[in-house]
């Protein structure tokens, strides 16, 4: 079993898996802060909700940071060891925005994605499910 670094991403927070033959280890996750909090709507009783346009670009910006921010990160830890596989877990519509943001090493690198539910997935979950998309990447591999 080669090495395996999994990405459970969050819309704030990136955990980051060491899914190795001997055992799983998880690394410091990556966390992108939020700039403010609150609607769009404004303070006053009966006031229109302005400003809506403004308050969903700068969620959709947050988002392209954070996600660029993993993409840096996963070319980090992937540099330093050649046989390094990639998994992206989480969310359907995050993963496939986080897989659209890859450098085409990394792209090289992702044998699959995971559906998994952030606030539930626990080191074994992550374990488990890597490990069986491993299972069925190598036995999809010719030779």
Known sequence: ????VTVL???ARARVFDVRAEGTKELPC???PETRGGKFHSDRADAPGRGEHAYHGRIREELRRHLAAI???LTVLTTADAMV???LAGPQELVKAA???LTPALRARLIGTLRVDPKRATVAIITRKTK???QAWTQLMPG
Request: charged share 25%.
């Open 99 to 101: 897989e659209a943001l």
């Open 30 to 32: 990556l966390h992108s």
């Open 85 to 87: 596989e990639l998994v």
């Open 1 to 4: 079993m080669n090495r395996v």
């Open 132 to 134: 069986e998309l491993q």
């Open 9 to 11: 991403l969050g819309r």
């Open 71 to 73: 993409v840096a990160h």
